[in-house]
């Protein structure tokens, strides 16, 4: 992720040994007696990376718990997002005086069914990926990037997003895309200043779709 996202971000991608890594206690409440073993071995990675981050920011490594809908609860004064999917995990953690939000994505270079693709993308986003570059589950990417989107939107504004809430735009000889979120969740969100519009950069290789966004600080 470091090559999609900007130099204040600390940015740390698990290594082997991070998917047995020593959780702290407030993490390993979060988890409890009962999560199913790619549940804790996700978890544990996340964690694991999310505290090699902080380091590089020189912060010492706390614990990040989760809150009661899994997002990642960051310690104060910063702002940070987990990712991970099937052999790939990241975290990433800046200073919130520097950037306002941070999010990030990974998922599987595969083809979404038809039903899938209806779930997230809208008519606009079917007849853009239509016109783009064979050689690309273009859906996939709009799928990550909303993604994204959501971890960008949730910290600030703290409610949810559908994926038909936010408009994709790919451009894929620069790597970048913009998505631009539906007036009507905008007039509903209890934050002053909700973003309407996340821009952020996604690579592609043969196994892995990555995007990632930041907002700036205001």
């Given at each position: ?8 971000v ?21 988890l ?8 804790r071995r ?7 990376c ?9 912060l ?8 009661a ?22 975290a990433?953690?800046?200073?919130r005086?520097e ?8 998922e ?11 779930l ?17 589950f ?12 959501y971890?960008v939107?949730h910290?600030?504004v703290g ?17 970048t ?22 821009t ?19």
């Amino acid at each position: 992720m470091r090559d999609l996202l900007p130099p204040a971000v600390a940015v740390a991608v698990a290594e082997p040994a991070d998917w047995s890594g020593q959780l702290l206690a407030e993490e390993a409440a979060c988890l409890g007696e009962r999560a199913v073993a790619s549940r804790r071995r996700d978890f544990t990675a996340g964690r694991v990376c999310a505290r090699r981050a902080m380091a590089a920011l020189g912060l010492p490594p706390v614990a990040v718990p989760a809150a009661a809908d899994r997002s990642p609860v960051w310690p104060a004064g910063t702002v940070g997002t987990i990712t991970h999917t099937r052999d790939y995990c990241a975290a990433a953690v800046a200073h919130r005086d520097e950037l306002r939000s941070v999010g990030m994505d990974a998922e599987g270079h595969k083809e979404l069914s038809a039903g899938v693709r209806r779930l997230i993308c809208l008519p606009e986003e079917e007849a853009q990926c239509a016109r783009l570059p064979p050689g690309i589950f273009w859906p996939t990417v709009i799928f990550s990037a909303k993604e994204t989107v959501y971890k960008v939107w949730h910290p600030i504004v703290g409610s949810w997003l559908d994926f038909h809430d936010a408009l994709v735009h790919l451009d894929p000889d620069a790597g970048t895309f913009t998505a631009r979120i539906a007036p009507a969740r905008i007039a509903a969100a209890s934050d002053a200043h909700p973003p309407a519009l996340v821009t952020g950069r996604f690579a592609v290789d043969a196994d892995l779709v990555r995007t990632a966004a930041t907002l700036a600080a205001r």
